[in-house]
């Protein structure tokens, strides 16, 4: 069993950064890729980017890719999605995730295992 708590998010101008944090708990971390998944109003519940279980290999959804950097820091039991240039179309429901898969598959919202409570992220002027 795993607890995942997410913090960070808020209210952002467009263009504006944000940095989400996930505190872990539970065992047997090393078991699990973590990632960030949002949902927009309206909308599925789509991967954004995940971190593998070493946290050597990363992989980001086509919309985020170069404006986010996810992160893992081991030591304090976190998962950091760095997001910049944000647009109004990032506005969502930010998940944390944590799937018992290798980071090909880390991103798929079906082999999640467990998930936090859920964040408000919102991109507006």
């Known amino acids: 069993q795993l607890q995942l708590v997410e913090s960070g998010g808020g209210l952002v101008q467009p263009g504006g950064s944000l940095r989400l944090s996930c505190a872990i708990s539970g065992k047997y971390l090393g078991y699990y890729a973590f990632g960030w998944f949002r949902q927009a109003p309206g909308k599925e519940r789509e991967g954004v980017s995940c971190?593998?279980?070493?946290?050597?290999?990363?992989s980001y959804a086509d919309s985020v890719k170069g404006r986010s950097t996810i992160s893992k820091d081991n030591a304090s039991n976190t998962v950091q999605l760095q997001m910049n240039s944000l647009r109004p179309d990032d506005t969502a429901v930010y998940y944390c995730?944590?799937?018992?898969?290798?980071?090909?598959?880390?991103?798929?919202?079906?082999?999640?295992?467990?998930w936090g409570q859920g964040i408000q992220v919102t991109v507006s002027s």
């Open positions: 971190i593998s279980r070493l946290g050597d290999s990363t």
């Open positions: 995730a944590a799937s018992p898969t290798d980071q090909s598959t880390c991103l798929l919202t079906r082999r999640v295992a467990y």
